[in-house]
């Protein structure tokens, strides 16, 4: 598991993270969705309620880090 801070670019080493009720359902259903392919480039954002906050998950696998996939700043974290 890797957590990246996009604007500060740099890992996130601890994240505690509260779900509402209808946030899990749909992150629960994203992710089933991911694992059908983990091979893809896909990836998914889920949005807060009041629609401030974004999550954005993806399947990392050493294929698609082979195949620099991730931007530059994901690659170096994502290789550690």
């Known amino acids: 598991m890797r957590m990246i801070e996009p604007y500060e670019k740099t890992e996130i080493h601890l994240l505690q993270l509260y779900l509402t009720q209808n946030e899990a359902a ?47 700043l994901e690659q170096t974290i994502l290789s550690n």
């Open 26 to 72: 749909e992150l629960k259903s994203e992710l089933e969705e991911l694992l059908r392919d983990p091979e893809s480039n896909d990836h998914f954002h889920i949005l807060s309620e009041d629609g401030r906050r974004d999550l954005s998950c993806s399947i990392v696998t050493k294929a698609k880090l082979a195949a620099g996939t991730y931007t530059p």
